[in-house]
């Protein structure tokens, strides 16, 4: 995708979970395609990172409604509509069976993941709708349609997240475009526990993951950059309601 203008100059995006990992890449691409550019992210997250200049940032917990409105009235402040929203904001927990798993710990995952999705999109919308050509995409992941053993409060809800991107999709037509991206394993910090949250022990099986997939290597976080510029931009117009699997061939569907 190197030397296509994916985002027009001038174009107003926000980015949650904008600290992390996928976060960062994609702050940095949106800006070097001259766009405007609003960082949410947790305020532990926003305070290990110095964000590029020009860069406004606005703390939140995307579980929480309250701070979520806050966060999103300061953004209409700052910016007078959105042309494009993100949602990467997520976590998971420690790789554990459901049959041992206590309550706190799925809701925990599951709040994290997709009431953080709703809420959150349901703050962008009005400002998406005072935005030209606006678009939003939702961050998945490939366990919401391979679960794997150990990941079930996290794989549910990222199955719950393209549910609800479907159905935002034609509840917000045609105004207002949404799709998903589901990665893969992508080298972040997430892999550990997410950027802001106390690190865990990692019993992810790199190589044992590396082993499966047709491309060789696990995903870089420029690998889940473009494909999110894409479905905000022109070249997606007549996308909507759909979700783009990043993940080295590992699932084709």
Known sequence: MSGVALLSPGRRIAVLGAAGGIGRSLVDACLAHGCEVAALDLPASLAGWTPPSGVRTFAVD????????????????AFDGLDGFVNLAGFTAAREPLA?????????VTSGNLRSAFLSARAALPLLRRGEAPAMVLVSSGLALKPTPGYGPYSAAKAGVLALTRLLAQENAPLIRVNAVAPGAVETPFLTGGTGRSARESNFEREAYVRQVPLARMARPGDVTGPIMFLLGPASAYITGQTLHVNGGLLMV
């Open 100 to 108: 041992e798993m206590d309550l706190a710990t799925f809701e925990e």
């Open 62 to 77: 995307a579980t929480d409604e309250a701070s979520v409105k806050a966060a999103f009235a300061g953004l209409a402040e």
